[in-house]
């Protein structure tokens, strides 16, 4: 059992003034690790230091190469310990270890190192003239970060707002969830290792209470959030009083479009991953799958097969598809929306139970709805578990139409035999992510969503600049 006793505050472990959790492994139900969570003593002590070493330049006044080599080397220390992370990983979230060691680890690292070489890349200062005066136009960091981030990428969603916030100089505290305090520590020692200096960074897992304080703080320049639909409204509204920055990454409830002429059987076997790894509860999972009413009996009973199929049980076990929910509080939504779903008058064609043979833990069987109108709550709520529902529509028109009908908009998909009438569809659908038949997004362009879906982009160039103020210097005339 790990201990972890401190919280990482300004480039040092140091013991906090808050109480300490017990991490459970949602497989298995045993305890794997005491962690310290923060309390808001520990976010006003964290934000001054974060305070001082913005203004005093240590980092922000660093030339963007030297910023990009201590990135570099955290990424490259980072990379030795991978198998050890995946490890912490699956223990504290229960997923799959094959995708924390090929995507929830790696792709972390993968982060930091596109940073270093974007920042590094960067102009971060140009002259601009209109023939009668000159203005040189420089990014300059946006200040102290307040990074706040949930339990379903432990180290993703930190990873995706420190690497750039750090790469353009701003100075940073990070709050991670209650459910996921391990993974992401390993980022301080790494950083610190690389060169990173004093109170430049700041690690406190904690809860709602460290959140707050955090977003209330006059010292935080900018908050950049990655959580749920609610908390999100709440943290803008704050973020109101003080005009404080803002980057929202929130909830989805996001559509597959299959057209007629879609391979139904490639399909079908792309949207597994995409519906329903970590458990559903990504909130890019294509919970929704539109479908023609003519295939509708051909889609159900190809997706119902599907899931039955999938294996269900230890995360460690290479052969396993799906672990556990994170938390029986996460599993007691999923069942909740399942018994809303036979309220409302859907079928649950498979799943619905929690299943045998699986050690004790907080699983849920994948689980198809069919039958679904998209005015059902099931159909326009985020559920964050293995569930899809099947909504069956009558023309290409209404598929769009129900896609869009929805306070969301984070990401979607289309599925046909023919590339440009896909990619028509795919224009027409009011989400800031669409995949068409399954592809892949390309690394570093832009994520995030529409609607309530969230505000701004993160990865790439578009999550650097989310870390910049511009500021205009008038030189002068402009010469000759
Ligand atoms: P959550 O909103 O409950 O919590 C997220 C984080 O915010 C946690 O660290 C939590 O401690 C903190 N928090 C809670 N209340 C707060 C408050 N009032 N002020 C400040 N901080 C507060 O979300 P969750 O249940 O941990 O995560 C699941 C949600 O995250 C889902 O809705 C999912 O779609 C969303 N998500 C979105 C993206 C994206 O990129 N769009 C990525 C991952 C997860």
Known sequence: MTEQQELWIGGRWATGAGVTTTVVNPAGLEPIATARLATTVDVDHAVAQARASFDAGVWSGAAPAERAQVLRAAADLLEKRQDELARTLTGELGCPLWFSERAHVPNPIRHLRTFADLAQAHTFDEEVSDGANRSLVIDEPVGVVGAITPWNGPLSSPAIKVGPALAAGCSVVLKPSVEAPLTVMALGDALAE?????????ILPGGTEAGVRLVEHPDVDKIAFTGSTATGRQIMRTCADRIARITLELGGKSAAVVLPDADVEKMVAAIMPMSLV?????????????????????????????????RVGDPLDPATFLGPLVSSAQRDRVEGYVDLARTEGATVATGGRRPDDVPPGYFVEPTLLTGVTNAMRVAQEEIFGPVIAVVAYDSVEEAIAIANDSPY????????ADPDAALAVARRIRTGMVSINGAPQAWGTPFGGYKQSGIGREMGMEGLRAYFEKKSVALGPAVG
């Open 409 to 416: 908009g984070l990401s979607g998909s289309v599925w046909s």
């Open 194 to 202: 690389a060169g990173l200096p004093e109170g430049v960074l700041s």
């Open 278 to 310: 970590v458990t559903g509860q990504l909130c890019i999972s294509q919970s929704r799958v539109l479908v023609p009413r003519s295939l509708e009996a051909e889609v159900t009973e190809a997706l119902a097969a599907a899931m039955a199929a999938l």
